[in-house]
């Protein structure tokens, strides 16, 4: 049996009974939310503030901002599957996950500060070389934290119950640390001052939003990383060989290859997230334009707008323990992606179709409000899923190709959303500067016709996007029956296994 990292223990030292995983504390379940801080971090700032800060505030041409941000995302995406399977055979000292989590939070922080403190006088070319070479550092580094930090999941435990409830802190705590941050930015970075009635088209406020977007990024790594580190050292003594897999990048390249080409279930979970993330990316890259200019937001009814995704995120996570073990997980999954992409389309639809109260009323921002409480409810569903989801792909291959890839495979699964990401953020960039709104300029009303354009642009490739998505997750299927069998099958292949080796 080729099961280098997931073998069972030497028996001699650890007893008959060490492959059984201890279920997770309270306070370890906590710590295993945290770790999720970096990455939705980072995706928040880059979803809904990268490219307005660099085209709306900086002047940066919107091609050449989205070009950066998806030549960053593409190279994490494709480095991504390499550094999880680097985790998967590396050892440190505080284990093969944690040294990599420990060491990449100091320059993760660094990078994103440098990311929305651009020097002066920068034109075009200067502008997109940095941002490009900071969207790829932050990238690259916080990947070292958060490809491992995937991998914590499924070492934690084996019991889909579990996994599902791991699922629900993690979603949980992102939220209650998103909301927050959205709050603190809206609030004390964004002050609104004599000449920027809208703080967020004000310059001189980034260095401040910078400063709290490290400050979160890095406390909730720490703590992640902290609360996690004993019970993964538990795990990797029991089940992870002394000696291990020699790294190669020909062999992950060949065993990503047999996922997808072997594996109908990853290969549709795979497609589904390259199209759920391209309709996601491209609409939340839009988000800041659309509430800013399509709807007239203030600055704070934008940030309360923001905000209420993630409160209704977090509600829902924590709902979603109410039925995360009776119905399964594609169809809370299914339900999420049709519901976010419906809470999307429709209001600027409503707008197009002149159905919706007009800017300013309160009977808008109501409905607003409403649908990102809908979309975080979306988002919430999805994100209590995806642990089990992708974790019991993982344990699929693992029984199929009697190999355990766990971590190589959990990173590879979200590339197809960075790919997308990638797309969606280009595209995004070519509707910001094909619809030209003003820039640097909050005196100067935009045209109509621009906004209308906007709000046709948001529609349609989200709403085509959303449909593919939906369409290729149809054919994923590993219901709970299939995968409890999987379970009993690695049980009995360890238990045969003499223990070597890699």
Partial sequence: MNDPNDRPPDRSHSGADATVLAAPSVPTRLAFGFTAVVETTKFQVYEIFLIFYYAQVLGLKGSLAGLAVAIATIADALIDPLIGSYSDSFRGPLGRRHTLMFLAIAPTGLFVWLLFSVPAGLGQAGLFAWLLALCLAVRITGSFYAVPAAAVAAELTEDAKVRAELGIWRQAV??????????????????DTGSYSRGQENPDNYPRFALLVVGVLMLGALLGAAGTLRPIQAFERARVAVKPRVFSVKASLLATWRALADLPNFRMLFLGLLFAGVMGSYFRALNLHLGTYFWGLSTQQTGTWLMSIQVATFVAAIASRLVVGRVEPKTLYVSGVATMMLAYVLPPLARLLDLMPPNGSAALVQLLYLSNVAVGAGTGLIMACSLVMFAETADEYAYEKRESRTGMLLAFLPLGNKMASSLGKLA????????????????VAPDAGALQLLGIAAVSLTA???????????GYHLPRARHAEIVRGLEALRAASPTRNA
């Fill in 464 to 474: 085509l996007a959303g449909c593919v998505a939906l369409g290729f997750y149809s």
């Fill in 428 to 443: 995004a960039g070519i509707v910001v500067q094909w619809v030209a709104l003003p820039v640097g300029r909050q005196d």
């Fill in 174 to 191: 992102t939220a209650a640390v998103g909301s927050g941050l959205t709050w603190l930015l809206f609030n004390l970075a964004f002050a």
